[in-house]
């Protein structure tokens, strides 16, 4: 690692912390509209991130090197360090009176579109504060998106080079330029919250709440106005409407984007596509249909909540409509596994994703034929495509390292005085980026306002991981990656 890399990547993400420091100002204006001292604190948080990061761009202001590999996982993990640091300031200032850890732990939570939270009081919370979870939420969704799109693939994480054909820098990318690309996200991203917004207040949501729940939904965050969750709403068309929102939010953003300006009907043969959809359904109706037996809920009632609170599980987005947990242990089970999955590549959706899932398949699927024929060629296959052994690497290294970090973490909540549920669960369901998990403490009905400190970290590193594929932040573990 040169001191020219490492200058320029403090002067890229001095740059952000500037855009980042403006966005206080949104909240700020929320606060003084109803009357809220907090206003005073995004403002003095505004001032002073934007100063410091100002003057930090100014310091290290220079000619850019080259783009490369070493280059790009330091800034995606300094990038990220930032927003969490950052968002967390207007957190640990107000009038809440959090502790450093659960100030860090909400704003990486945010920031990562996790969804799970340490607050409670959320009915007569500030709306600036509200206004803050969610505009993080959102914002941290653009940044998965790029992520997800332009930085991982080039840098090969996690099997993600595969998608250099979908999104980045091959002839099959959606638009000429990047900068063409990048106007269409943005312009499919907005258009998208906008509508969910729309949605929303139609079906009976209160202007803020659908402003701040369709922020939520589209970044597969699931931070709410109110600690009940969707269940505070009890509205059957507001479910459908988020049900519809979180599926479309977990589907690759370069497939939307051809779809909606080239309408391009071929893009949505993506095979990650109707394997998500495929499972998404299935859970949906064998958690539907055992709430039904099982509770003796009439069967629409049964598969509306279920479809909305798998869906919000499979998306990572983390709303619930009610405690699904008390449905049955066959539910509790259902969602545990589903809380690994996650949605598609490319998405703001967080967990294993549905693409790796069918590349698994097919090399198991690939082994198995030549146990009958050792000397015959069986490619694995994505879709038309061939997946070169690389990927299948890059594939099996990753899954591997979740589940081992999944253990490892586990072990450590347990160390930490947890139960086996609150353990295992809390590690998943933050290393997945879902938000909720299971048991009587953290469990759709619950959240992690009384965790201890020690664990808190433990998770928000935990969130941390899951958000940047792992890979991303282990590589920068290894002496190799510092030497010149």
Known sequence: MNANQFRSSIYIVALCGIYLSAAMFVPA???????????????????????????????????????????????????????????????????????????????????????????????????????????????????????????????????????????????????????????????????????????????????????????ATVATGGFSTHDASFGYFNSIPLMWAGTVFMTLSSLPFSILILFAVRRRLDSLRDPQVGF????????????????????GVDLPVALTHSFFNVSSILSTTGFASEDYTLWGPFVVALALFATFMGGCSGSTAGGIKAYRFVIIFNVVRSGLKKLIYPNAIYPVRYGQATVDADVQRGVFLFVSLYIFLWAVGSLGMALLGYDFATSVSAVITCLSNVGPGIGHIIGPAGNFSTISEPALYLLSLMMLLGRLEVLTVMVLLLPIFWRN
Request: aromatic share 14%; hydrophobic share 55%.
């Open 276 to 295: 998500f959809l495929g499972y998404l359904t299935l859970f949906s109706l064998m958690a539907g249909i055992y709430h039904h037996v099982r509770n």
């Open 29 to 215: 204006l929320f606060d003084l509209y109803y009357g809220q001292p907090d206003w005073q604190i995004f403002v003095l948080s505004g001032v002073m991130v934007g100063g410091l990061s100002l003057a930090s761009a100014m310091a290290t202001r220079g000619a850019m090197p080259v783009f490369n590999k070493r280059l790009g996982f330091l800034l995606v993990n300094m990038l990220w360090a930032l927003f969490s640091v950052v968002g967390a300031i207007p957190f640990y200032l107000s009038t809440l009176k959090l502790s450093f850890a659960q100030a860090l732990f909400e704003s990486i939570s945010a920031i990562t579109t996790t969804g799970s939270t340490v607050l409670v009081g959320l009915d007569s919370m500030p709306p600036g504060i509200l206004m803050w979870r969610s505009l993080l939420h959102w914002l941290g969704g653009i940044g998965i998106v790029a992520l997800g799109l332009f930085v991982l693939p080039f840098l090969r994480v996690g099997g993600m080079s595969f998608f250099k054909m979908e999104s980045s820098d091959t002839n099959d990318k959606p638009f000429a330029k990047l900068a063409s690309f990048t106007r269409a996200f943005m312009a499919v991203y907005v258009g998208i919250t906008v509508l969910c917004t729309i949605a929303y207040d139609w079906a009976g949501m209160g202007h803020f709440d659908a402003l701040n729940h369709a922020m």
